[in-house]
């Protein structure tokens, strides 16, 4: 297990999350790492792009993504802490809607350990109290970058050797138009936290439902509850590759990938 | 940006400087090119930030290769 130099959440299944309700949702994500807002963007579509449905950045302070968004003018945005030498940045947020080639979720990346993970436990919790998550999770990766591009399923990100690259980029709305499984039905993979919801505890693990699975041995983390539909699921880092493994072969993970056989160029 | 004769890749280029205002909208508007495709032409988006790092460019290309191999040969 390398070191960790950033931890990261992703939130999907927030359609009924509107740009206003996101930004404070941002707002709080930084305050619950206890960090300032030095930068904001939001997309915009572009009269003479490239292509049909081309887009950009716009840079904007707080304060006018705050305004364009009580008018109506910004939808999808990202807010971000710049450290100095920190690429891209050294934390951010994002609220991607279905449109600008994306779908609706939550993605936070912080450079960090043990503290931030804290932190993005309580902002998950908060936001949990306030509209039902059905599905997401808190990773932890070397890089913010990485950590960005693996929230949507992008770039062929992976967090460990057995995961399928470009599974769960086929399994959400937009391009492929994903049947979204794991909103209900089935799981990315295991992470160290993931939220989950009674409905994911209801999934048979060969005979048995995943929330009985999980109780009857050791070694297979901790649950949570949040609400009366949502929980966490807490899994220590040493005991990740075993979970994984066993619910892969079960066929409950989307991006599960045998490596038995399977040559690398 | 440079794109080969099939249209079939195209290269972008960022610089570390560009990397906040350019990253979150590399893939997106990759993203919104690509869905002009019929789904049948439509691929992979990626996104490398070593280019001089043959190690992290093989890793990549080795996804990639591994994710055409379960494209053809999906009932192996």
């Not at chain 1, 279905?98 to 936001?127: A, P, R, T, W």
């Not at chain 2, 079939?8 to 979150?24: C, D, H, Q, T, Y």
Request: hydrophobic share 40%; charged share 20%.
């Amino acid at each position: 297990m390398g070191h960790f130099m950033s931890i990261s959440l992703a939130l999907y299944g927030i359609e009924g999350v509107t740009p206003r309700l996101a930004l404070k949702f941002a707002k709080h994500y930084f305050a619950c790492l206890h960090l300032s807002i030095t930068g904001a963007a939001y997309l915009k579509y572009l009269n003479d792009g490239d292509h049909v449905g081309d887009h950009d950045l716009v840079m904007v302070e707080i304060a006018e993504l705050e305004e364009k968004i009580n008018n109506g003018i910004a939808t999808a945005f990202r807010v971000y802490n710049e450290a100095a030498g920190a690429i891209p940045w050294s934390v951010s947020f994002g609220y991607t809607t279905n449109d600008f080639g994306g779908f609706y979720h939550f993605d936070g990346q912080c450079s960090g350990d043990l503290i931030e993970l804290k932190g993005m436990i309580s902002f998950i919790k908060d936001v949990c109290a306030d509209i039902a998550v059905p599905y997401g999770m808190i990773y932890k990766c070397e890089k913010v970058s990485k950590a960005f591009s693996y929230a949507a399923g992008n770039n062929m990100v992976t967090m460990c050797s057995y995961e399928n690259s470009s599974a769960f980029k086929k399994e959400v709305p937009g391009r492929f138009q994903g049947r979204e499984r794991y909103k209900e039905h089935l799981l990315r993979m295991v992470y160290p936290v993931n939220v989950i919801s009674n409905k994911h505890l209801e999934i048979d693990v060969g005979g048995v439902v995943l929330k009985d699975w999980i109780g009857e041995s050791v070694g297979r983390g901790k649950l949570e509850a949040l609400t009366s539909s949502t929980w966490l699921w807490y899994v220590e880092a040493d005991q990740l590759e075993d979970v994984n493994k066993s619910l892969g072969e079960a066929g409950i993970l989307i991006s599960w990938k045998k490596m038995e056989g399977r040559k690398r160029f | 940006m440079a794109a080969d004769v099939n249209g079939k890749f195209m290269i972008g280029l960022v610089s570390n400087a560009g990397m906040g205002k350019e990253l979150p909208a590399l893939t997106s508007r990759n993203e919104t090119a690509m869905s002009n495709l019929p789904l049948g032409k439509q691929n992979e988006i990626l996104v490398s930030e070593h280019p001089y790092s043959a190690s992290d460019m093989k890793d990549m290309f080795d996804d990639f290769i591994t994710g055409i191999w379960v494209i053809l040969c999906p009932f192996r």
